[in-house]
């Protein structure tokens, strides 16, 4: 065998030992960090990452002036906003490791969230046998922790397993359903996972009379695929939003709990909007008036913050 094919080898076999030890590092060191450094770790990494990188730059600057020059809101910490990519990916990352270094993560305060969300649909389901509840977290804060949340809420309903319907690629950090296996997650991305997703979501509906879906998910998320919208009025103009959950939701005759996180000084805390019945006049208007009010109330930890199409996209189709 030629030397320079053994260096190539031996090159190669380093790099990956290499790269893998430097995960492990990775691991342990964002597992184990306060959770009260989150926040301001974030606000470091912005302001270092963009010295060095105009996107990383212009992306902050993009999320604060369209907040405050195009939805017209008060934002009373330019800088949190600006910083809210790298402050959800921490978040995100310290859930997800947490988990897979100890083998559970124990967040009380998403605990007592998902506590409460148990409470109303126990209540919901009392008063009316039968129908089914769609709970909806908005795009706050972290997938992950609104993940955290849903797996919880499964555990105190009693459920062996809940849906839910995600467009946020898999296996970010890992191998997700090995770490949350009662979550059945129901992705829109491809075509293999697009098709029959309508049926799945109403079959995990008739088994367990509860689903997840993202109820505020902007029309610019799907770009790739046609989709089906519907006109509302939001932030003082026309705009569109997903009409997936009321077509869903008026066959079944379901009843939206909607719900947003909030993350401060290392905790979290959750906003919870008023039962809606997806079958009602007005209905669509007012999950548009839920999404506009959680936007103006908590809008440095929209996930979505900043994209420039917004609500506005598509608006013919």
């Known amino acids: 065998m030629k030397p320079w094919v053994v260096g190539w080898g031996l090159l190669t076999f380093l790099r990956n030992r290499f790269a893998s030890a430097k995960r492990g590092v990775q691991v342990v060191l964002i597992a184990r960090m306060p959770r009260s450094a989150i926040e301001p770790l974030a606000a470091v990494l912005w302001r270092i990452c963009g010295l060095v990188d105009a996107r990383t730059r212009w ?15 008060a934002l009373r910490n330019p800088g949190r906003v600006a910083a809210g990519r790298f402050r959800e990916r921490l978040i995100d990352q310290r859930i997800y490791f947490g988990r897979l270094s100890r083998g559970s993560e ?3 305060d998403l605990q007592q969230v998902a506590s409460a969300l148990a409470r109303q649909i126990a209540q919901l389901q009392a008063d009316e046998p039968g129908r089914p509840v769609i709970v909806s977290p908005f795009h706050y804060v972290s997938q992950y922790a609104n993940i955290y949340v849903i797996d919880e809420l499964r555990a105190l309903l009693g459920l062996e397993s809940i849906a839910v319907v995600s467009g946020v690629p898999r296996d970010l950090y890992g191998d997700d359903h090995s770490l949350i296996p009662g979550v059945n997650v129901l992705y829109t991305y491809g075509e293999d996972d697009r098709n029959g997703l309508g049926l799945r979501v109403a079959r995990a509906l008739k088994r367990s009379g509860v689903a997840v879906l993202f109820a505020d998910v902007p029309p610019f998320a799907l770009h790739r695929y046609p989709m089906e919208k519907v006109s509302v009025s939001m932030f003082g103009r026309n705009a569109r939003i997903h009409n997936g959950v009321f077509r869903l939701g008026a066959q079944f005759d379901a009843i939206l709990l909607p719900f947003y996180l909030r993350f401060q000084r290392g905790r979290f805390g959750a906003e919870t909007f008023e039962p809606l019945p997806l079958a009602g006049t007005g209905a669509v208007q007012q999950v548009a008036r839920y999404i506009e009010a959680a936007a103006a109330d908590n809008y440095s930890d929209w996930l979505v913050a900043g994209h420039p199409s ?4 598509a608006p013919i189709r």
């Open 59 to 73: 992306e902050g600057v993009c999320r604060c002036e369209i907040g405050r020059e195009v939805l017209d809101l």
């Open 106 to 108: 124990a967040w009380s």
């Open 310 to 313: 917004m609500y506005s996209f």
